[in-house]
């Protein structure tokens, strides 16, 4: 019976030794989970930033009445697409067309003296010669002429005002476009300049452009030309390109942070997608290296306050700590000076000595 329990503890002793030597190396191991590979290709450098696509000056324009009085028709409502000239908005124009029909009698009434006038005032000189009538009747004649002419100027002025009001009561777009809001409906009396400042607006969809606000911390490394990628929520998996065009001089202060104002042309194709007003997510790229050694960002590991990467050679034997020189670092990918080569191996996601089962790896 001793013999059994001394069998038993022999095997138990064995069994832990074996364990314990199994169990500590496998903790003293680098389990990688993921790895990727050193390449050559391109790095870019970009600084991330929040926009707003805007419509462009001239494209959103507000239209208002110029014309006193009751909004007989509104033929276009919010979304209908308009082109310049067409009929937008109607105003009552009975008393005004009264008004110009009295403007043309009292013009005609007024050509009519004045027809009288120049007929009259060579008789009168006649008369004068042939010493038949006063000096004095042939200059009241005279004047009484000059007079006519310039009631007839007057009434002509008065009668063209009247048209011009006219033709203020049938309002037209202004460009070519889509109707984005209506302020006023048929039937309410528009004073002009003081009810309503905008009675329809009308936006041109395809004239857009974004603003960028660069940190006054990175505007230095921002230059006209530039190029620049950016996404909108509405279409989170397209990524649309442009450039930078000018910069705007003038800060803009949000929260006590100084922003200057970027600006990036929209083309028509991207208009399409767009909208004023929304929030953009950009990068400008202040520089790019083509044809270069790259490592991906993911590789690299902060260890012991050094970056360094896990460079596998063999997936039976233990990663080798590389502390590479670094170049221009992108956003993804890295540029590699010194420390890796073509083709190596490295570790993107492991897990180190010590981390508990179930960690999520480096």
């Not at 006590?256 to 767009?274: C, H, P, S, W």
């Amino acid at each position: 019976m001793k013999k059994l329990i001394f069998i038993l503890i022999a095997v138990l002793l064995t069994g832990g030794g074996v364990w314990y030597f199994t169990a500590g190396q496998s903790r003293d191991r680098i389990k990688v989970l993921k790895t990727a590979k050193v390449t050559r290709g391109s790095v870019s450098k970009v600084l991330e930033a929040t926009g707003i696509v805007k419509a462009q000056v001239g494209a959103q324009v507000k239209i208002g009445a110029q014309a006193t009085g009751v909004l007989e028709s509104v033929p276009v409502k919010v979304g209908d697409h308009v082109k310049k000239g067409d009929l937008i908005a109607k105003i009552d124009a009975r008393e005004l067309r009264a008004r110009i029909a009295e403007a043309k009698a009292n013009l005609d009434l007024a050509q009519a003296k004045l027809e009288y006038m120049e007929k009259n005032l060579p008789r009168k000189r006649t008369l004068v010669q042939k010493r038949l009538e006063a000096q004095d009747s042939l200059d009241v004649a005279t004047q009484d002429a000059e007079m006519a002419r310039y009631s007839v100027a007057a009434a002509k002025a008065f009668l063209d005002t009247l048209k011009v009001q006219l033709s203020y009561t049938n309002i037209y777009s202004p460009i070519d476009g889509v109707v984005s809001q209506v302020a006023a409906q048929e039937g309410e009396t528009i004073v002009s300049g003081l009810s309503v400042s905008n009675l329809i607006t009308v936006l041109n969809p395809e004239k857009l452009e974004m603003w960028i606000y660069v940190d006054e911390t990175d505007v230095g490394r921002v230059k006209p030309g530039l190029p620049v990628r950016y996404t909108v929520d509405a279409y989170r998996d397209k990524v649309f390109e442009g450039t930078v065009d000018r910069i705007y001089p003038e800060p803009e202060i949000r929260d006590n942070i100084v922003y200057y104002r970027t600006l990036v042309k929209v083309t028509r194709e991207q208009a399409d997608f767009l909208r004023p007003e929304m929030t953009t997510q950009c990068k400008i790229v202040v520089r790019t290296k083509d044809d270069v050694l790259t490592v991906p960002n993911n590789a690299l590991k902060w260890v012991k306050d050094r970056q360094v990467c896990f460079r596998v050679t063999d997936p039976e034997k233990q990663p080798e700590e590389i502390t590479p020189e670094l170049g221009l670092v992108g956003l993804e990918r890295s540029e590699v000076l010194e420390g890796l080569s073509e083709g190596d191996v490295v570790a993107t996601q492991l897990v180190l000595p010590g981390a508990k089962v179930g960690k999520k790896g480096l």
